[in-house]
């Protein structure tokens, strides 16, 4: 499951380079005027290191971009470049797209007619080896409390209008940014790939299994935590193709955490609207995150559903119910998380630096190739 998503680095004064300084440091809300420090990258793999407001629009980086290439503006195309190989073309009018790359994705600008000829960047294939032997060093718990702790802050720092202006489409807000929001939903986006990688690049069985059972107890303190996000974001990395069809992992795998993960698969039933999740959530008090993407969707379908305007009058009903959507956040963030009764562990500050920088494999194509490479013959 792909969402919309961002780039690397989130912080107060930001730095969307390849660089994992100041993720560290605790993440304040993004604005139109914050200054972010990017990379820019060309056809010929230089690139420019740029300084720009968050806000800038395409059209101003397309300027800067002809003048080095030595083209019109009008023939220069600023766009994504995917780990894939997919390009993402931006428009003149487009705001705040160093927040919309995807993990590995990098900023590139190039003669419209050289774009088809490029290919992505080495940097962009992600890792090559598991990070297994730093991760079975670490607490369960305190993965998942570290992982809760970075996402509410990534959460507090989503304003409530960034839900409308990008339910609204962002067209009719002119100078407004969902920068926050793309940050907060990339990390379910980069938790997954997470998962998916780290299994994927464990060529040893033993380890594998050690690895799933890592993964279904941090899910279950993150479910513990009321972290919805990360919770969904583990057990959607289990259940990619990539490692679902690693029979042999999964037959070695305790009976009690197969029971654990059927039942934590439940919660990612869709059917009856997603009934299992939304009774769940019933039962929860503050602070908790909720699982954005449904939410999202929910305000998706109470947009497109229903006329903002019916007989000349305003549709009160369906802004009432995207209110209520905007409530059930409020209510889930309007207490600080802290996290009672977790003992302190001497590699915490590893663990927080790691889970804040989380290397990742988010080509799909790749992290197949890996897995019939670990169980050739699974079903």
Not at 204 to 209: I, N
Not at 273 to 294: G, S, W
Request: net charge positive.
């Amino acid at each position: 499951a792909r969402l919309s998503s961002t780039s690397r680095s989130r912080l107060s004064r930001p730095t969307f380079d390849d660089g994992e300084e100041g993720r560290s440091v605790k993440q304040e809300p993004l604005n139109p005027g914050t200054e972010v420090k990017f990379k820019l990258h060309y056809p010929d793999q230089s690139c420019d290191n740029l300084r720009l407001p968050l806000g800038c629009s395409v059209a101003e980086i397309a300027k800067h971009a002809a003048e080095k290439l030595s083209v019109n503006t009008e023939d220069c195309a600023v766009f994504e470049m995917k780990s894939t190989g997919e390009k993402v073309i931006f428009k003149d009018t487009d705001t705040c797209v160093i927040t919309t790359l995807g993990h590995n994705g990098r900023l590139f600008a190039a003669p419209k007619d050289a774009i088809d000829k490029l290919r992505p960047l080495q940097c962009q294939e992600g890792p090559n080896t598991s990070s297994f032997n730093d991760l079975e060093i670490m607490s369960s718990r305190e993965l998942a409390f570290q992982m809760t702790l970075y996402d509410f802050e990534l959460f507090h720092c989503v304003y409530e209008s960034e839900l409308i202006v990008s339910i609204f489409k962002k067209e009719n807000f002119p100078g407004k940014i969902v920068g926050n929001l793309n940050c907060f939903v990339e990390r379910f986006n980069e938790v997954q790939n997470w998962v998916t990688t780290e299994i994927c690049l464990t060529p040893l069985l033993s380890k594998r299994v050690h690895l799933l059972r890592k993964f279904i107890k941090i899910a279950q303190h993150c479910r513990d935590f009321q972290n919805m996000m990360a919770f969904f974001g583990i057990i959607m990395g289990l259940s990619n193709i990539a490692i679902s069809r690693l029979t042999q992992t999964w037959e070695k795998l305790p009976s009690k955490f197969r029971k654990l993960f059927k039942e934590f698969e439940t919660m990612l039933d869709p059917t009856r609207n997603h009934r299992t999740y939304r009774l769940a959530m019933v039962k929860q008090e503050p602070p908790f995150i909720p699982f954005m993407p449904l939410l999202l969707k929910d305000m998706t379908f109470i947009f497109e559903g229903n006329k903002t305007v019916i007989d000349g009058l305003i549709n009160f009903e369906k802004m009432h119910m995207i209110a209520n959507t905007i409530r059930h956040i409020r209510n889930a963030r309007q207490e600080a998380f802290v996290g009672d009764n977790i003992p302190l562990v001497k590699n915490r500050a590893d663990i927080r630096h790691y889970v804040r920088n989380l290397h990742v494999i988010d080509n799909q194509r790749t992290l197949s190739q890996l897995s019939h490479r670990l169980e050739k013959k699974a079903e």
